[in-house]
């Protein structure tokens, strides 16, 4: 009578693998994979398909080395790298272990995806469970996730195509029989190679505290959740700024002075060629700076102001273009807004140094020159400042990349030859 009996209940468990889930999601790890060890392993991964994503893990990782084995080959890569990511690197290692070299391989690249895209950020560990999975059961997975952080629930059809999700917090309030199906929300989803930038607009769009990402089928494949989208973000910042002053973004504080030579020194060089033309532009006028020396001494106020104020459109620029705040359609908006603050910026500093400049020196001609060079320099810099990034991004590249060495040049240049071309002209007015 036994044997008929267990043949009946994995005949149950063959013909209605959903139905059998439901009940073996509520038990413990050690008799889910007694029940299902018996099956082949087609049918063992189609009852462990249909069960919470880590009770499905907990079981596999209770059967024996071989038929852990078996369960893993028999089962798509991506659902078996699922099931390997909610386990712990001991487990994960022992059960990788017991496959051959290139199914193992086969699993790892199933979320092998490049930098900056969706699947590198995505949690392959989520729990994704059926629509007809009861609530206590899911809490019971929920408990066994003591090491991640949840905010809502994956609910996938027998397929694992996505259905939507469930809050924690509508679980929370659900009977313990109910069922997820009339709890399902409906969910935004985005792709393996959806660009980093694209995710952060959406979550911020919709407010989401995690996002599922699909294949083209919609199959679920894992889930972004917010705070390692922003560890990431802080990262790419990070590197931002290096590039922006022309240092690499892989050094460190403590690399090797190899590395940083080898990332620092090519940037350096170019500005060593920007910094003979700005040169160059002060060549020109070496007659007048001959005749009245003062200019010589004045000449670090105007360039420096008109940096620092490229500076300024520089940063709120790139940090509009990351943010996703700004397109490069929208590049008058933010030119004239940035020409006109600099306008009446410049128009205060202007005032201020000519007041300084009258008692320094006792020339009015003087003060007017580096007052309206002021004013000039500044309105022009906070244009380059704001155009640079934008004209950047419109040809395809990266606006973070040594913009700041580009901009120096342009405001060097600019602030020089507004500053020494205006003596110039009205040096008549210099005595």
């Not at 699947?119 to 899911?138: I, K, N, P, Y």
């Not at 602030?415 to 110039?424: E, K, P, Q, R």
Request: charged share 15%; glycine share 6%.
């Amino acid at each position: 009578m036994s044997a008929l009996i267990e043949s009946l209940a994995q005949h149950h468990l063959v013909r209605y693998p959903t139905e059998a889930a439901a009940i073996l999601d509520v038990r413990s790890e050690a008799e889910a994979a007694a029940t299902l060890s018996p099956l082949a392993p087609a049918a063992r991964v189609e009852v462990l398909r249909a069960m919470s994503s880590v009770q499905a893990a907990a079981a596999l990782a209770a059967f024996e080395p071989a038929l852990a084995g078996e369960t893993l080959l028999a089962a798509d890569p991506v659902l078996a790298a699922r099931w390997l990511g909610l386990l712990v690197a001991e487990e994960r290692a022992r059960l990788q272990a017991s496959l051959p070299a290139a199914p193992a391989r086969a699993i790892a690249e199933a979320l092998d995806y490049p930098q900056g895209r969706a699947g590198a950020l995505m949690d392959a560990g989520v729990l994704a469970v059926g629509q007809d999975t009861r609530v206590e059961s899911v809490l019971a997975g929920l408990r066994r996730m003591q090491d991640r952080r949840v905010t809502d629930v994956m609910v996938c059809d027998d397929a694992q195509h996505l259905v939507g999700s469930v809050p924690l917090q509508a679980l929370l309030g659900a009977a313990p029989d109910a069922s997820l199906r009339g709890l399902v929300r409906e969910t935004a989803v985005v792709t393996p190679m959806t660009t980093r930038d694209e995710v952060v607009e959406l979550l911020e769009r919709d407010r989401l505290p995690s996002l599922p990402v699909v294949d083209l089928d919609r199959r679920l494949l894992g889930v972004i959740r917010y705070d390692a989208l922003v560890q990431a973000a802080q990262a790419e910042a990070a590197g931002d700024l290096s590039k922006m002053v022309g240092a690499g973004a892989e050094e460190r504080a403590l690399s090797s002075p190899l590395l940083t030579v080898r990332s620092r020194l090519p940037w350096l060089l170019i500005n060593l060629m920007t910094a003979f033309t700005a040169a160059s532009v002060v060549g020109l006028f070496d007659a007048t700076i001959a005749q009245f020396t003062a200019l010589a001494v004045l000449m670090p106020v105007v360039a420096g102001q008109s940096g620092n104020t490229g500076a300024q459109a520089l940063a709120v620029t790139c940090r509009g273009l990351s943010l996703r705040e700004l397109r490069t359609s929208q590049w008058w908006p933010l030119v004239r807004k940035e020409t006109l603050a600099a306008a009446i910026n410049g128009l205060v500093i202007a005032a201020v140094t000519a007041a300084g400049v009258a008692v320094w020196s006792g020339s009015a001609g003087l003060c007017a020159v580096i007052a309206a060079s002021m004013v000039v320099s500044m309105m022009l810099a906070a244009f380059a400042g704001a155009l640079i990034p934008i004209l950047l991004t419109a040809s395809g590249r990266d606006p973070a990349t040594a913009s700041s060495i580009v901009l120096t040049t342009v405001t060097d240049i600019m602030g020089f030859f507004s500053f020494l071309g205006l003596a110039t002209l009205l040096k008549a007015w210099l005595v």
